[in-house]
């Protein structure tokens, strides 16, 4: 020790300090010539074959090294005196510094094949030699890399000499060799420190014990922390034992936390050098080592809960996303993994970037490339955080280059065409163009070619491309002029070409954008100062106004969409006094387009209209009416018809200017909500009226029934306002009378619908576009003005599509895909919906509906359905007003919307003038409502089937709400969802107690004509609404927004709660959950639904089926949230939700089971068990799901129920096998739901067998058997199943058996290593086993024979996957056999080919005739009840060879 802390020594050292050594040598046997000792060690290198006189470079060794160490070890291990003088001579031969150099370099360049190496490999005298370097070593820390730049490695005797202990063969005693060298450690200068930090691992080897260097390295670490990187690295690469381990993980974590505190403090602090020095050294240790990058992974992946989640995940993720493919694919999908699961969030991703410039500088290019992957995920919350992340880097990195690189992803994104990766990249852009537009505009020439491709865009994305411009433009104004003025000119010459262009989708894009700018430059709120040469914002707002007007004033649709758009600013912002002065001046043409006065209440002339009679409907005014709307009038004149197109949007605008400068009320124009419409006649809608109508007649009739539909829908939407919220000057007198009037057009509108529903039905035509309800700008329906003259054209177009023939259909539709295919802007565009209707074969290229589109109607309803033969028969067409419209469903998506203030309605109830308290007449006004809810919640929810009516019906202008909003603003309508939901009930129970007439009273004091044909079953209408409210709660209970807001959960449930909760219900549930809780509220809404069911079992069997369904979601729902509270380690009342959930399982099964197991008449079930089949298999599955043991009572149903059922139905039969809902019209559903929940149980039990063989502790007998016991139950199942197909002549079951019996054989292939390890134990169960399954097999294999010979394709197409399942079932079974079986020889060979019912068939041609004799039944091998021995008769297995004669035939 006293060395070791002595001065420095300079290179050359005296004579009398080199005489020093510390090396254990008696000092009595030291030589005292100093000469002879080197002699003698000289001589003895010399008799091993190794001359160290060798000129002047390093010594020559031997061409043999082992033999000279060989020699070394004998000669020096038997004479210690000998092995003292050699060591001796060695030290002195060595105090020269040349001659150290020469004995520690090699001939050989970059070999390790030096003296001293080989010395060092010579056990008796490793220790000392070592002990002499590590002494030598500090005479050679004056040398210094940094100031000796040309020193090469060989110069540098210091890193020569660690060198020499690299990747030695062995280590005699290496704590000692430890000790010594940590010693050492510590007084080396910091290069050298390095160097040999470094090479510790290398050095030290895998020793098991490295605690003092731990420690050594942890203290020399708390003093200097410039080592931090090799420490780190060494770390990583030593040999440490668990407990070692768990130190230096707790030594890292320290470190890491201490730097995460300091994150915390967002952008107040730098990034210290320790933790750039960590993440280099963790980048350095995970790169090019995939196998320690895919450990952490899996830990990461494994972490379920958000809280485990730390911010030094993050930094894993991006290091290991540097190494490149394919681990960087891995690391995204994880990534993208946990940003949907809540588990990265937006302030864990905050810590890490805000603050740290220079930390994330380094990995700037993995987080731009992660958000880019993020930004183009599907997932709606992963899109989110990579806008997140985009922003973050634009806000942290204020260099050029940087947000250059941020601008060139983003435009990237916007390029791809994919529609939710452009609008999230807008988005994007919107958000940093409104936050940082003074930065923005330096760098707009990197983002103004947008401006080039704005063809390809939809609605929404034009909107936020212009938003950006706009934000950039007004910024630019009061910017320095090189910028603002380019920026502006450019923007304003873009959109002044598209406004003026011919082609009506450019114009449209113009109208987006020149009103978006008009958004900007109008708004009241921003202030900005302009040079007294330029126009005012306001001057220039009105001036582009004007301009926008002018250009498309003669253009119906884009002066639709331009009205839209100004209403949509109106609403969102405050505009300047000059702007609005201008829009009111406008307005005022309304009444001289529109409105016609009366006298009296009465027309002033009775005229006839292309010979069609008018009259006044739906006057809620009377006598005192001074005006009425003129529909009839427009819709008969070829020249303005298509002035009713803007009707709608126009009145719109004026009810909003009239809203802003008003203080709100509508009083000016209140006229309106009552007055008349002027339409056809009600006799046109008798049958003989109908049928005397011409077709040009019949369209104006439909026109204007459709005109006159989205008239009140606009008039709900604008006087919604009036009553929906707390508006001071209007009266509560005023309030009741527009609430009256309001619920009287609601009843209006459901007349006309139905009536415009049958007149489409027995006149099929496309009804024009009053709004931009399709995605892309460019659609060709959109570019086409819609006069009276297209409509003759596209009726001729009816007129020879009905007459067309079936073969012509087809063509045609081939043809109008080809024409959409074609289309040289296919490439710029997405389909929109008209497109995916052309295409399905359901509208033409002209936009007509096909004949195929139009005979949807249903005809369960025994009021409602209207046929093609029906509309021109003499006999009474019956129209059901609450019937859904299926043929105006089909076109319902260019109807003007309804706004979301239109559901306030729902809480209105008129008593006034009925006979009834609660009538049932206001249910159809209801239902209505309750429909278009449920369309808006199909928005948020979409369907399974993108084509369905529902999914065509959302509006445009309700893409602009977000879930948030939208539920914020539904639970104020809640409670009265129940008090509908209760009055249909009641309704339902009473039956036709209630008043007769009272719809028709109620309908002509509307001002409803008096038609016959339109009928009111109150049956009907409260089943319709009890399953709309049903609907609307199940979807609005699983949205992933209202489970996350408690409070809005709460609301819903708390709207469905029964009276009191039955005590069945909580009574098993402990602790019992407290009134008020979330599941107090689950377990009341579930009893009071299970109520519902039990009264929907006595009248409606798919009311009944929709009530549990319902019960399903509420089911569903609570499992979501108690995986939400476990998710955010919210575990307090998780025990009370776990009983609840348990105990609505329970429940849920019951009922199931009571609606499969009840009797339906033929009433009941509306027109059978007809096109039922999708919801009795989600009953049955639900039962089989939510049953006591799924594996028992599929088990019996498959082997004793399914069986009874033949093709021919009998009333014996229901009775005897207790299901009536399993009759010969649903045997097909049963059969294949039966399939697939036992190929779900198998594969379960599948995965848990193969983790009880992967766990390495031992597994208890009675969980091995109770294993077996359910795999046999399943053979059982499938072996049952494919048997029916004897008694079955059809195809489809066939098929399904061939299709999941080797879907479960594919299953089955993995449970053989269990089955396998086992099998001494247990083999006569798992010979019994596979003799039960090969029952199955060779059912297969009959049905496999005969599709190929009678050519059912159906079963043809499946049987190679089932075959490649099959043979290798053959053959682990027969490794199986023959592994585990003493002694004995497998064999097999083939079966006779026989028939389902046993026959052998007579053109089986045998190429072996031993299998004559050997193999004909099964039976005659090995009877079923015979016990079979694995060492008697593996050598004939009969199932084996079963299988061999399967893919013989197949």
């Known amino acids: ?31 005292k010539s100093v000469d002879s000792e080197i002699e003698k060690m000289v001589s003895i290198l010399a008799d091993a074959g190794c001359t160290l006189m060798y000129h002047s470079g390093p010594p020559c060794l031997p061409s043999d090294p082992n033999k000279f160490r060989r020699h070394l070890t004998n000669l020096l291990s038997h004479d210690s005196s000998l092995r003292s003088h050699f060591l001796v001579g060695f030290s002195s031969y060595v105090q020269s510094p040349k001659n150290f150099t020469r004995v520690l370099s090699s001939l050989s360049p970059g070999r390790s094949d030096s003296l001293v190496r080989q010395l060092l490999l010579v056990p008796c005298i490793q220790l000392d030699l070592m002990h002499m370097l590590l ?90 922390s410039a080592i931090i ?69 899996k830990e990461i992946d494994g972490l379920k809960k958000p809280q485990d989640h730390k911010v030094i995940d993050i930094w894993l993720l991006v290091l290991m996303y540097m190494n490149g493919d394919p681990l960087r694919k891995s690391v995204s999908k994880i990534f993208k993994k946990k940003v949907i699961e809540d588990c990265i969030h937006n302030v864990m991703l905050d ?63 916007v390029g791809s065409g994919v529609s939710f990766e452009v609008s999230s990249a807008l988005e994007t852009m919107a958000l940093l163009a409104s936050e940082y537009a003074r930065e923005l505009i330096p760098l707009s020439s990197h983002i103004n070619g947008i401006l080039d491709y704005l063809e390809g865009y939809s609605a929404q994305n034009l909107h936020k491309v212009y938003e950006v411009f706009s934000c950039l433009a007004l910024s630019a ?350 490439k710029l565009r997405q389909p929109t919906i008209l497109d995916v209707l052309r295409k399905s074969g359901n509208l033409t290229s002209q936009g007509v509906l096909t004949e195929d589109a139009l005979s949807t109607v249903s005809n369960s309803s025994k009021f409602g359905s209207v046929d093609e033969t029906s509309c021109g028969s003499n006999e009474p067409v019956i129209v059901e007003v609450s019937a859904l419209a299926k043929v105006l469903e089909t076109q319902r998506f260019k109807f003007r919307p309804l706004l979301f203030p239109c559901l306030s309605i729902l809480t209105f109830s008129k008593n006034q003038d009925s006979c009834c308290s609660d009538p049932a007449a206001e249910l159809p006004l209801y239902l209505y409502l309750l429909r278009d809810l449920h369309y808006k919640l199909d928005y948020f929810s979409p369907p399974s089937k993108l084509l369905s009516p529902r999914f065509f019906s959302i509006p445009a202008g309700f893409t602009r709400m977000t879930v948030e909003k939208f539920l914020s ?99 098993d549930i402990q602790p019992i959950p407290l009134p008020g809780t979330i599941d107090y509220l689950y377990l009341g809404a579930f009893s009071f639904l299970e109520g519902v069911l039990n009264i929907a079992c006595s009248f409606s069997f798919m009311l009944a089926s929709e009530s549990l369904l319902t019960l399903e979601s509420i089911v569903i729902s609570l499992q979501k949230f108690l995986d939400t509270l476990e998710g955010n380690g919210k575990s307090t009342h998780s025990k009370s939700i776990e009983g609840s959930l348990h105990v609505l399982h329970k429940r849920l099964g019951t009922s199931a089971q009571n609606l499969l197991q009840c009797k339906w008449d033929n009433e009941s079930l509306e027109n059978g068990w007809k096109n039922k089949g999708d919801i009795v298999q989600k009953i049955l599955w639900i039962y089989l799901e939510h049953s006591k043991s799924t594996c028992d009572l599929l088990h019996e149903l498959a082997c004793s129920i399914l069986p009874q059922v033949t093709l021919h139905r009998t009333i014996i039969e229901d009775n005897h096998h207790g299901f009536p809902t399993l009759c010969p019209a649903t045997l097909f559903v049963w059969y294949r739901v039966l399939h697939e929940v036992n190929l779900s149980i198998l594969n379960k039990l599948m995965k848990e067998v193969v983790h009880l063989e992967r766990c390495k502790t031992a597994v208890r007998p009675e969980t091995i058997q109770s294993h077996l016991m359910k795999m046999h139950k399943c053979v059982n199942v499938v072996v049952s199943l494919v048997s029916m197909c004897r008694n079955h002549e059809k195809v489809t079951v066939h098929g399904m058996a061939v299709k999941y019996g080797g879907k479960f054989v594919d299953f089955f292939l993995k449970s053989f290593d269990f089955l396998q390890a086992h099998f001494q134990t247990h083999n006569e169960t798992i010979i019994q086993l596979l003799k039960e399954l090969q ?29 490649r399942s099959m043979e290798r079932f053959l053959f682990r079974v027969k490794a199986l056999l023959h592994t585990k079986s003493s002694g004995c020889t497998f064999w097999m060979g083939n079966l006779k080919h026989k028939d389902l019912m046993g026959q052998v068939v007579s053109s089986q041609a045998y190429v072996d005739h031993l299998s004559n004799n050997v193999e004909e039944d099964l039976e005659g091998a090995v009877h079923e009840d015979q016990p079979i021995s694995p060492a008697s008769t593996v050598s004939r297995h009969p199932y084996i060879t079963n299988f061999m004669q399967i893919f013989i035939s197949v």
């Open 1335 to 1363: 029952k199955a097999t060779r059912t297969i294999q009959i049905l496999c024979s005969e599709a190929k010979g009678l050519k059912q394709t159906v079963i043809t197409s499946k049987i190679p996957a089932t075959k």
């Open 477 to 826: 104004r009061t910017s320095a002029p090189c910028y603002g003025t380019s920026i502006a000119n450019e923007l304003l010459m873009v959109v002044r070409k598209q406004v003026s262009h011919s082609e009506l989708k450019y114009k449209k894009m113009g109208l987006i954008g020149a009103l978006k700018i008009v958004s900007y430059l109008g708004d009241a709120s921003i202030v900005t100062s302009t040079s007294p040469s330029q126009k005012s914002n306001a001057e220039e707002a009105v001036e582009l106004l004007k301009t926008s007007l002018n250009c498309c004033k003669q253009l119906y649709l884009p002066l639709t969409l331009f009205y839209d758009e100004l209403t949509a600013i109106l609403n969102s912002r405050t505009l300047q006094p000059e702007i609005i002065e201008w829009i009111v001046k406008h307005v005022g043409e309304f009444e001289s387009i529109y409105l016609s006065d009366l006298e009296g209440g009465q027309l002033s002339s009775k005229d006839s209209f292309c010979g069609i009679e008018g009259e006044l409907w739906m006057n809620l005014d009377g006598d005192i009416s001074p005006i009425c709307l003129n529909i009839l009038p427009l819709a008969s004149s070829s020249s303005q018809s298509a002035s009713l197109q803007v009707l709608h949007a126009n009145f719109l605008l004026l009810s909003t200017v009239e809203r802003l400068t008003n203080q709100g009320s509508l009083g000016g124009i209140d006229a309106l909500l009552g007055c008349p419409l002027h339409l056809p006649s009600s006799k046109c809608f008798s049958v003989a009226g109908w049928q005397s109508l011409t077709e040009k007649q019949k369209q104006i009739v439909t026109l204007s029934l459709y005109h006159a539909a989205n008239w009140i829908r606009e008039l709900l939407n604008a006087f919604c306002t009036q009553v929906a919220g707390r508006l001071e000057c209007i009266s509560q007198t005023t309030k009741q009378e527009i609430i009256a009037k309001l619920l009287k057009r609601v009843r209006n509108l459901v007349v006309l619908e139905s009536l415009l529903n049958y007149a489409i039905k027995c006149c099929p035509q496309s009804l024009p576009d009053v709004h931009l309800h399709v995605e892309k700008c460019g659609s060709s329906l959109l570019s086409k003005p819609n006069n009276m003259g297209h409509m003759e054209k596209k009726n001729e177009h009816i007129k020879t599509y009905d007459s067309a023939s079936q073969d012509k259909k087809r063509r045609h539709k081939k043809i109008s895909k080809a024409s959409t295919i074609s289309d040289t802007n296919c």
């Open 969 to 1067: 603003e539904v639970k104020s309508v809640l409670p009265y969802l129940r008090k509908h939901f209760d009055s249909a009930v009641t309704l339902l129970k009473e039956g036709d107690e209630t008043c007769e007439d009272h719809w028709k009273v109620q309908s002509a004091i509307t001002g409803n004509p008096d038609i016959p044909n339109l009928m009111f079953s109150k049956s009907s209408v409260s089943s319709l609404v009890i399953k709309e409210v049903l609907n609307c709660f199940s979807k609005m209970l699983n949205l992933p927004e209202a489970q996350k807001d408690k409070s809005v959960l709460s609301d819903l449930l708390q709207s469905f709660q029964p009276i009191e909760i039955p005590a069945s219900v909580i009574s």
């Open 351 to 413: 810590q890490c970037i805000h603050g740290n410039k220079e930390l994330v500088q380094d990995h700037f290019p993995s987080f731009l490339s992660l958000s880019e992957y993020l930004l183009a995920c599907k997932e709606q919350k992963a899109r989110e955080f990579g806008i997140h992340v985009y922003t973050c880097l634009f806000e942290e990195f204020t260099d050029t280059y940087s947000r250059q690189e941020v601008l060139g992803a983003l435009i990237t994104h």
């Open 1 to 31: 020790m006293v060395f070791l802390h002595q001065q420095k020594s300079s290179l050359k050292r005296d004579s009398s300090s080199s005489s020093k050594s510390t090396f254990p040598v008696p000092p009595s046997k030291i030589p």
């Open 135 to 224: 002494e030598k070593l500090p005479e050679y820390f004056d040398v210094n890399p940094e100031t000796h730049t040309s020193l090469s490695f060989e110069e540098d005797v210091g890193r020569l000499i660690i060198s020499q202990f690299r990747w030695l063969d062995f280590l005699v005693d290496p704590k000692s060799f430890t000790e010594k060298l940590m010693e050492v450690l510590c007084i080396c200068p910091l290069h050298l420190k390095k160097e040999i930090i470094g090479s510790l691992p290398e050095i030290i080897g895998d020793q098991s014990n490295n605690k003092s260097v731990i420690d050594s390295l942890q203290q020399m670490l708390s003093e200097d």
């Open 229 to 297: 990187v090799p420490v780190l690295d060494s770390f990583s690469n030593l040999n440490l034992d668990d407990e070692l381990q768990e130190q230096h993980l707790k030594f890292v974590g320290v470190s890491n936390s201490r730097a995460s505190q300091q994150n915390k403090l967002k952008g107040k602090s730098l990034v210290d050098n320790s933790e750039a020095s960590i993440l280099d050294a963790l980048r350095s240790s995970l790169r090019f080592k995939n196998m320690l990058c895919q450990e952490i992974l």
